[in-house]
């Protein structure tokens, strides 16, 4: 196989040498040019596993090059090296699509992890492949798998937002699995769940008698993702002294044991979600603003199932075969009016409440296939005010029908109500009374 080939591109004799030497000693061939121009004449030649680049150039500063790069569609890695505790270069450099940053003086051991992290990405063309999906069609959904492979290749902190069962926990397992880090382990934290006393020992580990209970030495959730992903979930529920601590380690990139003289290195990517409003919690003080704009360099959205009703029949059809794998029976059929049942419904409890729609859906229907009636939702949102009269079958084929059409509408006029009338023919006053009736509101 040939030896990878690594550009650096700084102006000063020395860190050209030094990065050199530490590439070589890792079988890796470098060039080596000491401005943005030179830098870019390489770069057009694509031949490149991976890119340092310092911040002042004689020409312009590393960000150009960064953003050029991307400008480009050249995916070779690049990490800025940049002025000790400048957090707000690096942070602006992991937004403009920088892998990721290093600080002066370099650190020996943490360039050649960022080194063989960068190397460790799948190829730009090959298609990698992730243990787990999202599925979905929808516009959203696609971009949200677009932005999910995007900033997979990155170090970048992620943090992922939306509500409850929208399926946070899973683009955070995809961008782990597509990324540099897939090898490694992937540790979801609940911060929710630990008590605030047991906090530091649960995430930066213990020595043997540093408090009354530690009968041995033990390892934290930072080092149990060491060369991986540590995701934290729920992060707006850290107390506030553990945010500070929080911070100090994603900063430093080392922790310390409690009862530990040493600090230790660690190399984790950090991965966060949560349903509350962070920014909210920072203007009102419950949550760090630096802390914050730490955790949130890259923000992802996953939008709520009703933003996405298109995808819900797909959805369910995924989720039942599953759970008739697990359940070792056969995978029923979704009748149309099931569908349209669920496609209408407002799911607050998102992916999550549809799995466990279906469940009991399954438990409920007779002869291997799910009728509208065996549909049972939550919130009474799925029927308007007042019952609806015709329980025959025709009435409910009727209604599922209607459904399905002003479902549709809706999506291609992107839920615009008077958009959607027109297509459909009728009043906004006519759509919204036939919405109602059909407890679509
Ligand atoms: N697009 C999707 N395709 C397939 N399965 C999905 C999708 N979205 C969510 N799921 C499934 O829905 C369930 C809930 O997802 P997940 O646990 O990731 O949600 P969450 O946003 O973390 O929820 P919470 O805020 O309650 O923790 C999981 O079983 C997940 O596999
Ligand atoms: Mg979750």
């Keep these: 196989m ?8 700084d102006d000063e004799p020395d860190i050209r040498e030094l990065l050199a030497i530490t590439l070589q000693r890792m079988d890796i061939d470098t060039r080596a040019c000491g401005d ?24 312009g500063d590393g960000l150009d090059l960064v953003d050029w790069m991307q400008a480009q569609g050249i995916r070779t890695p690049v990490a800025v090296i940049t002025a000790h505790g400048n957090v707000e270069t690096a942070v602006r450099a992991l937004k403009s699509g920088a892998f990721d940053f290093i600080s002066k003086p370099l650190d020996l051991a943490n360039l050649r992890k960022l080194i063989a992290n960068a190397l ?3 190829a730009n063309d090959a298609q990698p492949a992730s243990r787990v999906r999202l599925l979905g069609e929808s516009p959203a959904i696609q971009r949200l798998r677009e932005m999910i492979a995007r900033v997979a290749r990155s170090q970048a902190p992620v943090h992922i937002t939306g509500e409850s069962g ?5 683009v955070a397992r995809m961008i782990h699995d597509l990324g540099a880090r897939a090898e490694g382990s992937f540790v979801p934290v609940n911060c929710g769940a630990i008590p605030s006393e047991l906090m530091e020992s649960e995430f930066f580990g213990h020595r043997r008698g540093s408090f009354t209970g530690a009968v041995g030495d033990k390892p934290g959730l930072f080092q149990s993702a060491e060369g991986g992903t540590l995701f934290l979930d729920e992060i707006a529920e850290l107390p506030l002294p553990m945010q500070v601590k929080l911070l100090r380690v994603i900063q430093e990139k080392t922790v310390r044991p409690i009862g530990d003289t040493q600090e230790l290195p660690v ?28 955790i949130n360099v890259i923000e992802l959205r996953v939008p709520p199932l009703r933003e996405r009703a298109g995808d819900v029949a797909l959805l369910a059809r995924h989720i039942l075969e599953r759970q008739s794998r697990e359940h070792g029976t056969g995978v029923p059929e979704l009748g149309p009016a099931a569908i349209a049942k669920l496609s209408g419904y407002a799911f607050p409890g998102n992916v999550r409440e549809l799995e466990n729609i279906l469940e009991r859906a399954m438990a409920l229907s007779a002869g291997g296939r799910i009728e509208a009636e065996d549909i049972q939702t939550q919130s009474p949102v799925e029927r308007g005010p007042g019952p609806v009269d015709e329980a025959s079958a025709l009435g409910e084929q009727l209604q599922s029908v209607q459904r399905e059409a002003i479902q549709k509408a809706l999506e291609a006029n992107r839920y615009n109500k008077t958009a959607a009338a027109r297509q459909l023919g009728l009043t906004l006053r006519a759509l919204r009374y036939r919405m109602q009736k059909l407890g679509m509101e």
């Design 120 to 122: 460790r990405l799948p």
């Design 166 to 170: 929208t399926g946070k926990e899973l």
């Design 36 to 59: 943005i121009g030179a830098a870019k004449a390489q770069l057009r030649g694509r031949g490149f596993q991976l890119c340092l680049t310092d911040m002042r150039l004689p020409d």
């Design 267 to 294: 190399d984790v990517r950090i991965l966060s979600a949560t349903h509350k409003d962070l920014r909210a919690l920072v203007a009102t003080g419950q949550f760090r603003e630096d802390l914050f704009y730490r």
């Design 2 to 9: 040939a030896r990878p080939l690594a550009l650096i591109v």
